[in-house]
Structure formats: C-alpha cells, structure tokens
C-alpha cells in the first residue's frame, strides 16, 4: 500500500509556509508538539459552528456531539487497536495520570510497591509518586543506561516482586527517541499480578500503536504529539476502568468509559483529535480498514523517520565538539535526536538555530532524571525531532546549522 509523499504531506500543512529571517521555517519541535494538517483545524470549526452543544440532551446539536464523541472513541480504538468504549478523553496524559494513578492507588494497601523508571517523562513518574506518597506505598526506580540512553530491564525485572502492583513504563523516550520492549516489561508484571501502565505520547507518533501486542493494561497519549490538538487519550481495559476507584461527582455516569472522565469535554479538540486520526490513515492511497491504513501510513512513516535519523547522526557525529545521547540509530528508537555543543549552553544552541529558521527545543523536557543522569540538570539539552513533514533538507539545514555554531564557539 503506497503513501502520500513528503511534498504532498508538507502541502497539507499551512504552518510550512512560515517564514523568519527570509527563510521556510523547518520545525524540529514536533517532540513538543507537532504542527497540525488542515483537516484537523476544519473538523474542529465545523464542530463549533454546526455542532456544538453538551451532551445527552434531546436535541440535534446535542445528539450531534454525542455521535462525535462515539465516532472518536471508535477512531482511537482503531488507533490503538482496542474497542471504542476503552478509550477516554482529558485535557492531556499528565492530567489523565494523575487521575488515574490516584484512582489505583486508593485501592493498593500500604506496603504495596510501585516500579517506575529514570527514563520516562515525569508525566508518568510524578502520579505514581503522588499517588505513593497519598497510600503509604513503596516506590521503586528502574535506572536507565547513561551511556546509550536505554533502559535497564534486567534491573527493572528484579525490581518486580510479590509486592509489586503497578509497573509505569514509557514506549519511547521523548528526550533521547529510545524505544523501550513494553511487551517484555508487560509480560514479567503480569507474572507477578502488576498492572503496566504505558506512556505512548513520543511512541504514537512514530509507530503503530498495539496494546493487545504490547500487553499494557493502561495506554496514554496526547493528540497534539500526532499532528491533533491539545487532548489526551487513554486506553484501559474494560473491566479495569469499570472497577476503579475514580474521583466522580454523584451525579455523573458510573457507565464506561465515562466514568473515568470528568466534567464536560473539550469537544471541538476531540473532533480534531478524530480528524488527526483520519489524517494518518489517509496518507495511505489503497483502500481497507482504518487500522489497516493506519499500519501502512506508520510503517512507512517509520521507515522514513529513520533514513531522517540516519542523516542527521551522520551528519551531527562529524562535527568536532558535537556530544550525541541515546542509542545509536540502528537500535529502537524514534527519529529525536538530542546533543550538546561543547562550551556553548544548550539554550544559546537553540537561540543560533533560529537565526537560521530552524525551530529545535532544549532544556529538560520533563524528563529531568534524564537529563540529571546524563549530566546537565541544570543547562539542559539540545532536542530535534523529525515528523511527518521533515525533509531531507531540512535535516541538512539542522546540520550546517550546529556545525555553524560549533565551529564559531
């Protein structure tokens, strides 16, 4: 099944027409958040303007927004390859954590341990400490591998223990692109009776998401990572989110998925969340399924993000004084690259690349163990990340760039 190519994926993307300093801006921002197609941005005005309501009220606009909100479930259970009524809706995965660690928590009895792990964002680590701290349970940290960014299983499987309940686990790394064997990590906690929780948000953008191969109880992402507005999806296997212990007002539906949601929706931001969906399946040009044309958008859009990586490590590796972290590019991972300049902070890195119409990030990323384990807590790292939209040349404007910066420190 062919895909749409970069020049026809870029065409759908008012944003890469920008310029600054007379020059197309090439976004490497996309770990942070991606920029959105213009399906997206019309689904969520033609909500507004024709749709828009509460719900569960008779009367069109009403059982409009219901349809909606069914039609989006459907389209992230295809997404993740669950069913529709497995899939929740909040203001982001952090938030949705939160919730949800508390939920789990409060049915964990003290001394019941906790395994998170140093490489994950903190989105996915703060909750189960909260949630720790709230219950009197034990926390335990699985440390990662500073010299090629990955995880330790081996150190994190030994953790895992009688008393263990909950394994929080993140697919990929948002600031080193390290992609983490969930499936390995589920299969082990469920050996012991542990739920996995999977933070998917860097994953989902670069591979098909399967929690059924993945073997997670909980999957969380957020749809501003995969060219959507900014919400958060969580998946859960039915017959937990319909025993949890959530935080609910009385009056609210007891029924799942809704249960695990709260308050009134961002409605017009699920209905483009629902469109980014429709806008990776639609980069494949045969017909079928939308999970079938979701595996071949992302089976292909993996395979280019990783000629993308592969250019630029080449690339950055050449230049005298350039440090690169996390695994080398024949290993998992995304196509997110992350470095420092010998001697020049990493913010004025990124401050240079503008200058030259280049958008990368630095500092932490919320994964701050990361960037403490790899010495620079306090002046931070240098993020690029490819999407969907990168080209060729726009890694090798990242490169001439750095190179640039490198040679006149």
């Not at 890469?16 to 921002?29: K, P």
């Not at 508390?102 to 395994?115: P, T």
């Not at 080193?176 to 998917?200: K, Q």
């Amino acid at each position: 099944m062919s895909v749409a190519t970069v020049e026809e994926i870029r065409a759908r993307f008012p944003a890469l027409s920008r310029l600054h300093a007379g020059e197309r801006v090439a976004y490497f921002d996309g770990p942070g958040g991606t920029q959105v197609p213009l399906e997206v941005v019309d689904a969520m005005t033609e909500y507004l303007f024709e749709h828009n309501a509460n719900t569960d009220w008779r009367y069109p606009s009403s059982a409009e927004t219901d349809a909606m909100l069914q039609s989006a479930r459907e389209a992230f259970a295809d997404f993740v390859g669950a069913a529709a009524d497995e899939i929740a809706f909040g203001a982001n995965m952090t938030t949705l954590t939160f919730h949800l660690a508390r939920a789990i928590g409060r049915m964990l009895e003290a001394g019941d341990e906790i395994v998170i792990t140093e490489l994950d964002h903190h989105g996915n680590v703060a909750p189960w400490v909260e949630a720790a701290r709230e219950n009197a349970l034990t926390v335990r940290v699985a440390p990662m591998r500073p010299h090629d960014g990955t995880l330790d299983l081996d150190a994190l499987e030994s953790l895992i223990g009688p008393r263990t309940r909950v394994v929080a686990v993140g697919a990929a790394s948002n600031a080193l692109g390290t992609i983490t064997d969930v499936a390995r990590v589920s299969a082990h906690a469920r050996s012991a009776g542990a739920l996995t929780y999977c933070d998917a948000v860097h994953y989902a953008p670069h591979a098909l998401v399967d929690v059924g191969a993945l073997g997670c109880d909980f999957l969380a992402c957020s749809a501003y990572k995969f060219y959507g507005p900014h919400i958060g999806v969580v998946w859960g296997r039915r017959d937990l989110l319909a025993s949890l212990d959530v935080p609910r007002l009385t009056p609210a539906p007891d029924t799942v998925p809704e249960r695990v949601e709260t308050g009134t929706l961002n409605h017009e931001g699920i209905a483009g969340a629902a469109a980014a969906v429709d806008f990776l399946a639609s980069l494949a040009r045969a017909g079928g399924t939308r999970r079938q044309r979701l595996h071949a958008s992302l089976d292909e859009l993996h395979r280019r993000g990783r000629a993308l990586l592969n250019r630029a490590w080449r690339g950055l590796s050449s230049i005298p004084g350039v440090r690169l972290y996390g695994p080398q590019p024949d290993q998992p991972r995304t196509p997110t690259v992350c470095f420092t300049i010998d001697g020049v902070a990493a913010e004025m890195v990124v401050r240079q690349l503008v200058d030259r119409a280049v958008f990368a990030t630095h500092g932490d990323f919320y994964a701050a163990t990361v960037a403490s384990r790899l010495g620079h807590a306090d002046d931070g790292l240098v993020r690029a990340g490819c999407a969907c939209y990168t080209s060729d040349s726009d890694v090798d404007r990242l490169v001439e760039g750095v190179r640039a910066i490198a040679k006149a420190r």
